[in-house]
């Protein structure tokens, strides 16, 4: 089992930044490609952004393509969402996720395995 707590979620106002943090616990986390998703009010689960377990590849959606980054620091089990340029479109949950593989570009939210239990964040106009 791999335990996921998110944290770094908050109010910002539009152009505004925020990092969202995902502390992994319970098995190697160098062992686990990561993602992050995003799920709106009514809407369905979507994929943000991936990283590979060594971090040298990472794919990203286009809605935030240019403003968001990820990354991922395997000597403190965590992964980052660095958000910039926030719009008020951005609003919703924030999930991160783990699929344990040594491989790249998972951005379908059944690709992966553990689950954190997600950070508002809201971005106001």
């Known amino acids: 089992q791999v335990q996921l707590v998110e944290s770094g979620g908050g109010l910002v106002q539009a152009g505004g930044s925020l990092r969202l943090s995902c502390v992994a616990s319970?098995?190697?986390?160098?062992?686990?490609?990561m993602g992050w998703f995003r799920q709106a009010p009514g809407k369905e689960r979507e994929f943000v952004a991936t990283?590979?377990?060594?971090?040298?590849?990472?794919a990203y959606a286009d809605s935030v393509k240019g403003r968001f980054t990820i990354s991922r620091d395997n000597a403190k089990n965590t992964v980052y969402l660095q958000m910039n340029t926030l719009k008020p479109e951005d609003t919703a949950v924030y999930y991160c996720?783990?699929?344990?593989?040594?491989?790249?570009?998972?951005?379908?939210?059944?690709?992966?395995?553990?689950w954190g239990q997600g950070a508002q964040v809201t971005v106001s106009s």
């Open positions: 996720a783990a699929r344990l593989s040594l491989g790249m570009g998972y951005k379908d939210h059944d690709e992966y395995d553990y």
């Open positions: 319970g098995r190697t986390f160098s062992n686990y490609a």
């Open positions: 990283i590979s377990w060594n971090g040298r590849s990472a």
